[in-house]
């Protein structure tokens, strides 16, 4: 039984790394958390980004409207690699929501 194991990850490793291909948004240099939907939670964290992290979204953002406009998509050296998309926003998120949730435990009390 412990010999599937493995197997079994790697096979969900090549699902996700197909359906993180299929997805498209890394062709214009986009990562996972450049498409989260904003909200008043997604809006605090991206406040609590550092600059360097808020300027390289800001850059990816630019450069895939500026791709989008001309109907074109980067070359595909230049795509967003499934290696390389690292959650930058995420942990931030997570800690806004957490926080939220512990103030609007607090309120009910």
Same mark, same amino acid.
Do not use: C, H
């Given at each position: 039984?412990?010999?599937?194991?493995?197997?079994?990850?790697?096979?969900?490793?090549?699902?996700?790394?197909w359906?993180?291909?299929?997805?498209?948004?890394?062709?214009?240099? $986009?990562?996972r &958390?450049?498409?989260?939907?904003?909200?008043? /939670?997604?809006?605090?964290?991206?406040?609590? @980004?550092? #600059?360097?992290?808020?300027?390289?979204?800001?850059?990816r953002?630019?450069?895939?409207?500026?791709?989008?406009?001309?109907?074109?998509? $980067?070359?595909? &050296?230049?795509?967003?690699?499934?290696?390389? /998309?690292?959650?930058?926003?995420?942990?931030? @998120?997570? #800690?806004?929501?957490?926080?939220?949730?512990?103030?609007?435990?607090?309120?009910?009390?």
């Open positions: 039984m412990a010999s599937r194991a493995p197997a079994t990850g790697r096979l969900l490793l090549g699902i996700r790394k359906y993180y291909g299929l997805s498209g948004f890394n062709k214009f240099g $986009l990562m &958390d450049d498409i989260i939907i904003e909200d008043s /939670d997604v809006v605090e964290a991206l406040r609590r @980004l550092p #600059e360097t992290d808020y300027n390289d979204r800001m850059f953002f630019k450069r895939a409207l500026d791709l989008s406009m001309k109907q074109q998509i $980067l070359p595909k &050296d230049q795509w967003t690699k499934f290696e390389e /998309d690292k959650p930058y926003l995420t942990p931030y @998120l997570e #800690e806004v929501i957490r926080e939220r949730k512990e103030r609007e435990d607090w309120m009910k009390k």
